[in-house]
């Protein structure tokens, strides 16, 4: 199975920082890697797909990088309704799987 | 406006079967893989299966955690995917959400709609 590892698990940041998290594979996955937003309760949101491409609706701040094993997830100005879990997730291979998580909240 | 609606859960002890349903509405249900991600309290996301579309033979994948116990079907008629679990135990206690794929290229899936949930406990 391809582990998925975030970095970090928890990030305290302000209001209109930049903010960037990591994602790594075990193992070479391409560009086969999506990223999720969750707020407190409800369903996860498709953010990115195909590491880099920006899903109908997500504002523009949000942008994804990398290929291989290594992504990035940015936000470039954080607002209040960023604060949430984000999670990546390959499709390179079956299982399907996810990273732990990162949880990002207002310092 | 896609909209995915699961019902079902509930409390069930363990070892004992349950059924969740998946409703789909504002698609082409037929032209889609549904996949079902679950989430234990308090933890991230897990995969749990997916079921490809009839043009792609209608297949299924499950995760080990789940294989030969969980069964995911559909019905293009109704547009409802399910999800049949057996044996269940106190370890798939968790919120199961319904999710519709996209594969956008080999290799390249990714879920664009979630339904809200339903929680499963499994409890004696």
């Known amino acids: 199975d391809i582990q998925m590892t975030q970095s970090p698990s928890s990030l305290s940041a302000s209001v209109g920082d930049r903010v960037t998290i990591t994602c790594r594979a075990s193992?070479?996955?391409?560009?086969?890697l999506n990223w999720y937003q969750q707020k407190l309760g409800k369903a996860p949101k498709l953010l990115i797909y195909a590491a880099s491409s920006l899903q109908s609706g997500v504002p523009s701040r949000f942008s994804g990088s990398g290929s291989g094993t290594d992504f990035t997830l940015t936000i470039s100005s954080l607002q209040p309704e960023d604060f949430a879990t984000y999670y990546c997730q390959q499709s390179y291979s079956t299982p399907i799987t996810f990273g732990q998580g990162t949880r990002l909240e207002i310092k | 406006e896609v909209q995915l609606v699961e019902s079902g859960g509930g409390l069930v002890q363990p070892g004992r079967s349950l059924r969740l349903s998946c409703t789909a509405s504002?698609?082409?249900?037929?032209?889609?893989?549904m996949s079902w991600v679950r989430q234990a309290p308090g933890k991230g996301l897990e995969w749990v299966g997916f079921i490809r579309s009839k043009t792609y033979g209608g297949t299924t994948e499950y995760a080990a955690s789940v294989k030969d116990r969980f069964t995911i079907s559909r019905d293009d008629s109704k547009s409802i995917a399910y999800l049949r679990m057996n044996s269940l135990k106190t370890d798939d206690t968790a919120v199961y959400y319904c999710?519709?794929?996209?594969?956008?290229?080999?290799?390249?899936?990714?879920?664009?709609?979630w339904g809200q949930g339903t929680l499963v406990t499994v409890s004696s």
């Open positions: 193992q070479s996955i391409s560009s086969y």
């Open positions: 999710t519709r794929g996209i594969w956008a290229a080999a290799g390249l899936y990714f879920f664009d709609y």
């Open positions: 504002g698609f082409t249900f037929g032209d889609y893989a």
